[in-house]
């Protein structure tokens, strides 16, 4: 194959040596119009086709979207001195809707780009046309949220009163969102809660809680979306808080279901873990008293000595006066007292800890397997998950492992789409693929014509021979050396399209059909 290259690319050379001027500057400029029109189609295919995402800007709107977008790390440009920011076209809607979310812009300063212009004609009121910027409005946000993962299509109604009379004041506004969502897709109480602000945005004093999202089941979804905010600040968890509970619920979920999918197989078991966080923090002062020992001791000792106590006789002889009483105490008493004084010292430790916020309070999961366990089965996948997951029972921690087949009819009908999809990309490569292909070869046979046409023109022009020689016989010379040359031509070509027919018969064929078809 690379020496019929090579030989062709040879013969190609050859036959450009052997043009003159006009026929060389002819193929130069049919050359670099078709490398013109290959790089005008390669940057129209590849260049960025930037889209408004918000226009009539704030500067302080301009700064909290942009600074968004640098941190998403999403490409932007500025338009209209600053006022409207630009965005590729395939992230328009997932970046206003994630802006949403993140309530950015904090204040109405920018609308959300139509998605066609208002047309106006004669005899159009002013309320026609309050009604068809609002269909418009409409038609915006539906093309918007349909953009989001899960959503199949929606709609949205929103509902203006009408200003009252002497300026009582007006009623608020209201909107609806019906979403249709893809088969086995939810949305989640983030998601909800973006789009609900997506609408309220759009809408001059509209409030997100007055706007209303409904699946095609009747599901209120904007309720549920709701109730776990006001449950989050009933329970006095910030969102930073929130999110470090969700932090540590992924980490030890992706531990565990790693580690089963290395034991049961990828896609046998599902897990879940709920980690309640203890986010108070605080020191704790522990003292531990040893064995005492004596530090000090102090012995006194004291000594008494009484004399006999006289005892007055009783009766009527003691109390007559001139008597002398009567010693009966006995004689004299010595006392000795010893006292001993002893002091202790009992050694101390005194130990302080610092308990951290964000420790683990109680720790629960969930394990559900694809397939019906023994006890036995059940009990080792328990023990098991415990490791992993750092299961302490004195801390309340607890783990469930129940053995289920999986429901797997949506599974397999989403995955019926997926394949229907690929098969429609694969299609649309063939396509491209084949026009490409088709495209080359027919600059090669507009290369190969002007070829062949040149050297037919210059057999034509070769000077006569020496030997005088009639017209006649110089025609037939130069009839049978065009002839050669265009007999070696098609066996080349012959043989290039009999290589091409072996390696890509579906495109040779198809270019048959088209020269038959031009043929006609």
């Known amino acids: 194959m690379n020496e019929r290259i090579q030989k062709l690319g040879r013969q190609l050379w050859e036959r450009l040596k052997s043009m003159d ?12 119009l078709g490398v013109i029109l290959v790089a005008t189609a390669v940057g129209f295919l590849t260049r960025t086709n930037w889209q408004p995402l918000y226009t009539n800007l704030s500067p302080k709107a301009a700064g909290e979207i942009t600074a968004a977008l640098t941190q998403q790390k999403i490409p932007y440009q500025l338009a209209d001195q600053g006022r409207t920011v630009l965005v590729p076209a395939q992230e328009v809607d997932q970046v206003r809707v994630e802006l949403a979310d993140r309530n950015i812009p904090s204040s109405s300063a920018g609308t959300v780009g139509m998605p066609a212009p208002l047309t106006f004609s004669l005899g159009e009121t002013n309320q026609e046309l309050q009604m068809q910027a609002q269909l418009n409005l409409e038609a915006g946000l539906e093309s918007t949220i349909n953009s989001i993962n899960g959503v199949e299509s929606s709609r949205v109604l929103i509902s203006q009163p009408p200003p009252q009379l002497f300026g009582e004041g007006t009623n608020p506004a209201t909107a609806s969102v019906f979403v249709q969502l893809k088969p086995a897709a939810t949305l989640s109480p983030a998601s909800v809660r973006g789009i609900m602000n997506l609408v309220a945005h759009a809408v001059n004093g509209l409030s997100p809680k007055d706007v209303t999202v409904v699946d095609q089941n009747g599901t209120l979804l904007s309720a549920s ?54 986010f108070n923090s605080g020191s704790q002062t522990q003292v531990t008293y040893g064995q005492g020992v004596i530090s000090s001791q102090q012995v006194e000792t004291s ?16 109390n007559v006066p001139g008597y002398p009483t009567v010693n009966v105490g006995g004689g004299n008493s010595t006392s000795n007292q010893n006292t001993t004084i002893t002091q202790y010292a009992v050694p101390q430790t005194k130990t302080t800890t610092t308990i951290p916020a964000g420790s683990i309070s ?90 062949r046409q040149a050297a037919a023109r ?45 390696r890509d018969p579906q495109n040779v064929a198809r270019l048959v059909r088209t020269w038959l078809e031009q043929e006609d």
């Open 21 to 32: 001027a006009t026929q060389r500057l002819r193929l130069g400029a049919l050359s670099a």
């Open 225 to 278: 979306a709701l109730e776990s905010t006001d449950a989050t600040n009933l329970a006095g968890v910030t969102g930073s808080e929130l999110k470090a509970e969700e932090a540590v619920d992924q980490a030890i979920q992706d531990n565990v279901q790693s580690m089963l999918n290395q034991v049961l197989g990828p896609g046998q078991a599902v897990v879940r873990v709920n980690a309640a966080l203890n």
């Open 303 to 318: 000594n008494s000595q009484n004399a006999p106590t006289p005892v007055t006789q009783t009766g009527a002889a003691g």
């Open 362 to 451: 109680r720790l629960t999961v969930a394990v559900a397997v694809d397939q019906n366990l023994t006890p036995a089965q059940t009990t080792n996948l328990q023990n098991l998950v415990a490791q992993a997951a750092g299961i302490v029972p004195s801390r309340g921690d607890q783990v469930t492992v129940v053995g289920q087949p999986f429901n797997r009819q949506q599974v397999n009908q989403v995955l019926a789409q997926m394949a229907a999809a690929q098969r429609a990309q694969r299609l649309r490569e063939e396509i491209a693929a084949g026009v490409a292909t088709l495209a080359a070869l027919g600059l090669f046979l507009v290369i190969r014509r002007s070829l």
């Open 458 to 502: 210059r057999a034509l022009m070769q000077p006569a021979l020496p030997a005088p020689e009639t017209p006649a016989v110089v025609i037939e010379r130069s009839e049978l050396a065009v002839g050669a040359e265009t007999d070696l031509a098609l066996e080349s070509e012959r043989r290039y399209l009999g290589d091409l027919l072996k």
